[in-house]
């Protein structure tokens, strides 16, 4: 067996199941970048119910069970008793592009080491912001178009919530932002003119149907909620809406991964170095265990001349790989959440899963028998 040392930069979810999937198949892994996530439990929705249970199907290393409230003091027992793995409690300062390396260091990146993370994939495939637009419900006053309803406002309206939010200050792409730069600029990003059932209107928001609520689009701020609700009561189309999620932009670096990565998380510019987790764009703990454990997967495969391998698309994991890499990628104000996924996937490919990783299983005890017939 080959005993190269594996290095993984982040001890996140994505990070500690790359580790102790590595070190479970017999590899030495150096792991940096701590602390380690907190303990905290993982929110029981169904979504995650029927994630954790493909998970444990697949044998990722860092589930054992059905219980989430521990899963991080249990893996940090596990790291600790691995003797595979050792642990650096200090940040990298400098990555290695010709060590093998999975990098998984999450959302909240390091100003510094994005730096070192833009020359490897480049800056035009790096994300730094996402932004979340407010979500309402109950009644709207506006004119309903299918998906869609749309907001026309007065050039006196729009002037007066454009003053309302000169007040507030941003360096960032904000309605903040656009408000200061002048009402042209404002009217362009925010509330440009719509043609709504064969009648042009001049200043119009725009809000579409997402699952049970309607979305405002155009609308990153960095505005604190009760400012936010300031505004919304500016907007008569608004005022008899209930709001059930406040718009946010906030620091969310991760990578643009179908322009520079293949689809088994390996750089296309270097190919010892693969990624992982939050990094590459998803939001979820559960989706970036899975995401570790495929980058171990393939970075196993790799330094042993293997084929690399990828979810099966039928089931969740495989449509959050999936979605990763269309061909459009992933846009600045979208931030992956398999939630949207779980309707295409119905059926339990908890089965296809264990088949799945039973046949990897296979493929790597045949070559271990094949490498040691091969010793004299």
């Keep these: 067996m080959n005993t190269k040392i594996v290095n993984i930069i982040g001890g996140g979810y994505a990070g500690i199941e790359a580790a102790l999937t590595l070190a479970n198949l017999g590899v030495e ?7 380690r996530p ?10 995650n119910k029927r994630l954790l249970k493909e998970l444990l199907s697949l044998q990722v290393s860092s589930l054992d069970d059905n219980n989430l409230t521990d899963l991080c003091l249990k893996n940090e027992k596990k790291l600790n008793k691995n003797a595979k793995i050792m642990i650096f409690d200090k940040k990298v300062s400098e990555i290695s592009l010709y060590e093998p390396t999975i990098i998984a260091t999450g959302n909240d990146t390091d100003e510094d080491f994005i730096d070192q993370l833009e020359d490897i994939v480049g800056k035009s495939h790096f994300v730094r912001y996402g932004s979340y637009f407010p979500e309402f419900k109950g009644r709207i006053n506006g004119i309903r178009d299918g998906e869609y309803i749309y907001l ?4 006196m309206e729009l002037e007066n919530i454009r003053k309302f939010l000169c007040q507030f200050s941003s360096d960032k792409h904000t309605i903040e932002k656009y408000a200061k730069s002048g009402l042209q600029i404002f009217r362009a990003k925010v509330a440009k003119a719509e043609l709504v ?11 579409k149907k997402v699952s049970d609520a309607w979305r405002l689009f155009n609308f990153q ?3 604190k909620p009760e400012d936010q609700d300031r505004l ?3 907007i008569e189309g608004l005022k008899n809406a209930k709001v059930t999620r406040y718009g946010r932009l906030e620091k969310f670096s991760h990578i643009n991964s179908s322009s520079c990565l293949s ?3 390996q750089s296309q510019a270097y190919p010892n170095i693969f990624f992982a987790g939050a990094l590459l764009g998803v939001s979820g703990e559960l989706e970036a265990i899975a995401l570790g454990h495929l980058a171990a997967l393939n970075l196993f495969n790799m330094l042993h001349e293997l084929p690399f391998v990828t979810f099966p698309k039928a089931s969740i994991v495989g449509q959050v790989l999936d979605k990763l890499f269309l061909n459009n990628g992933l846009k600045s104000e979208q931030i992956l959440k398999s939630c949207d996924i779980i309707e295409k996937t119905q059926e339990d490919t908890s089965s296809l899963l264990k088949k799945f990783k039973e046949n990897y299983n296979a493929r790597i005890s045949r070559h271990n028998d094949m490498c040691s017939k091969k010793r004299w």
Excluded: D
């Design 29 to 35: 892994v150096h792991l940096f970048n701590l602390p």
């Design 38 to 47: 907190k303990p905290q439990q993982i929110e029981n929705s169904q979504l």
């Design 152 to 155: 026309p406002l007065s050039t």
């Design 197 to 207: 059932k064969g009648k042009v209107y001049e200043h119009v928001l725009k809000l």
């Design 221 to 223: 701020t960095e505005l």
């Design 232 to 234: 919304f009561q500016m």
């Design 263 to 265: 689809p088994y998380l």
